[in-house]
């Protein structure tokens, strides 16, 4: 699988996932600015993915920032931290990497600006290295939860697109293909991006893990008619009492999954878990505009001028979860468990 998004020659370059799978093109960010645009054109998207991008676009600020003073350098730092956070407002890991970076800077007030820069260069790999390892960590706590012979359905792409590399939901799926175990994968299309039918079902492809692709409105007699085994989605944030932001139509499916006595599992690492929100009902749900809903491609099918809505995120309660499996264990049943996971695992956390 081609790298989602990586260091080239001090310049950010990323796969432009809007032309997945058809055309590989690479978009260059030579600066923060352009990380920005990117991430609000979706070139990149998914939550891990953002957040490296945006470790690696606060490093690309910081070489623009001409000054040798510290003060100056940290109080044009801040700001340039600021405007990427609003790039996205839904996944929490963006504002975890554009932390973890700040707080590196800060504590080296003794050092060069030129060698700050430096290390930030370095911790925006580091972010990404450890991404990759993460999801490799989420895959071998996750293939046990997986039945041998197992139909998964996942929705929208929690893949290696998404992530530094192997994913999250689609990691479990990887590490239970090696397994060995005969898997089977069916993926929502997710309207209207088509993150399933575009992204996912191209990476299982490309691996050779056996995948279909459903409209998203399938899902429910499919369930009912006993073809889905379990479902596993990725996250975009995870608020402190278990409760899931993630790709719009998420919700419905957790419904219907415990309507149908089938288990319901989101993996995801620790950067996607937000201590400081309580509730999902507080996660902030992006809206995206309506072109998106009235397009497919470049062309408007519906009318030009209509009305829509276009919430990009939902809240699953965490009474619909059965587990959220991270790198650092699996949280069974998180309505009960996810308080005391974040009293044990909170400290140890790279934060
Ligand atoms: O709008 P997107 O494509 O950024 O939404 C992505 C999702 O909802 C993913 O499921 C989530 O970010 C988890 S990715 C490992």
Redesign the pocket.
């Known amino acids: 699988m081609i790298a989602t998004v990586e260091w080239k020659d001090k310049k950010v370059r990323m796969i432009d996932?809007r032309k997945l799978p058809h055309k590989i093109e690479w978009y260059i960010c030579r600066s923060y600015k352009d990380v920005i645009r990117a991430i609000k054109l979706?070139v990149i998207?998914?939550?891990?993915?953002?957040g490296i991008a945006g470790a690696m676009g606060l490093a690309l600020g910081a070489f623009s920032i001409k000054t040798s003073s510290y003060e100056i350098f940290i109080k044009r730092l801040s700001e340039i931290k600021k405007e990427i956070l609003l790039s996205?407002p839904?996944?929490v890991?963006l504002n975890w990497a554009l932390e973890r970076m700040m707080r590196l800077a800060l504590s080296l007030k003794d050092r060069p600006v030129s060698e700050i820069k430096d290390v930030l260069f370095m911790e925006s790999k580091k972010i990404l290295e450890e991404d990759i390892e993460l999801n490799k960590k989420i895959g071998e706590y996750g293939k046990d939860l997986v039945p041998d012979e197992a139909t998964i359905l996942t929705?929208?792409?929690?893949?290696s697109l998404?992530?530094g590399g192997y994913?999250?939901?689609?990691g479990v799926i990887r590490a239970a293909h090696e397994a060995g175990k005969k898997i089977k994968v069916i993926a929502d299309e997710?309207r209207p991006?088509l993150?399933g039918l575009r992204l996912t079902i191209f990476e299982l492809m490309q691996d050779g893990i056996p995948v279909s692709v459903i409209v998203d409105s399938a899902a429910g007699y499919l369930m009912r008619s006993g073809k889905i085994d379990l479902i596993i989605?990725?996250?975009?944030r995870i608020a402190a009492n278990g409760d899931v932001?993630?790709?719009?139509g998420?919700y419905q499916l957790s419904i219907m999954a415990k309507e149908h006595n089938i288990p319901f599992y989101v993996?995801?690492p620790t950067s996607?878990i937000d201590p400081q929100i309580d509730s999902g009902d507080k996660i902030p749900i992006?809206y995206r505009g309506a072109d998106e809903i009235l397009k497919i491609g470049n062309r408007y099918i519906g009318p030009k001028d209509a009305e829509a809505i276009n919430p990009?995120?939902d809240i699953t309660p965490s009474t619909n979860i059965s587990a959220i499996i991270t790198e650092k264990g699996i949280i069974e049943n998180p309505h009960e468990n996810m308080k005391s996971f974040i009293l044990k695992e909170e400290n140890s956390w790279t934060r």
């Open positions: 996932q979706m998207r998914g939550a891990p993915a953002i996205r839904t996944a890991n929705h929208c792409n929690a893949g998404a992530t994913g999250t939901a689609l997710t991006w993150q989605t990725g996250a975009d932001a993630n790709k719009i998420t993996a995801a996607t992006e990009v995120f």
